[in-house]
């Protein structure tokens, strides 16, 4: 499941995974969120917060992940991934490297300090 976070300031997105994230979380809940900021903002700034109760993607979440992403390419203006789960910070380590745009990993521990950063100009 993913939820939107709200106590962020206006022009980021912030959201957390619980559970197993689906397909469909991301069809009805993060695609509309990610259209919506670059219909207001021309772009989109985020921080995906993957804490102790997420436990995974079903593949139809992964391509959609994968989807969205390339899709939006270019408005991507700042990503901040939290995370202790191994697999997620060297996948971003990893990939994170075709996003035209700063993408830091942080520790569950450092939730502040990510959202710090996201929020700095």
């Known amino acids: 499941m993913i939820e939107i976070l709200t106590d962020y300031p206006e022009g ?4 957390s995974a619980k559970g197993e994230v689906t397909a469909d979380d991301y069809k009805n809940i993060l695609v ?3 259209e919506k900021s670059i219909k207001q903002h021309n772009k989109i700034t985020a921080l995906y917060y993957l804490g102790p109760e997420f ?3 079903t593949a139809g979440a992964m391509i959609s992940d ?12 700042k990503i901040a991934v939290v995370s202790d789960i191994g697999w997620v910070r060297n996948g971003v380590h990893i990939f994170g490297f075709i996003m ?8 569950n521990e ?3 300090q990510a959202k710090t950063w996201i929020q700095a100009k």
């Not at 980021?12 to 959201?15: E, G, K, R, T």
């Not at 994968?66 to 390419?73: D, Q």
């Open 32 to 34: 509309p969120a990610i």
């Open 55 to 57: 436990t995974g993607y």
């Open 100 to 107: 035209p745009c700063p993408v830091k990993v942080f520790s």
């Open 66 to 77: 994968t989807k969205i992403g390339l899709a939006h390419l270019t408005a991507w203006e």
């Open 110 to 112: 450092q939730l502040s």
């Open 12 to 15: 980021i997105l912030a959201f």
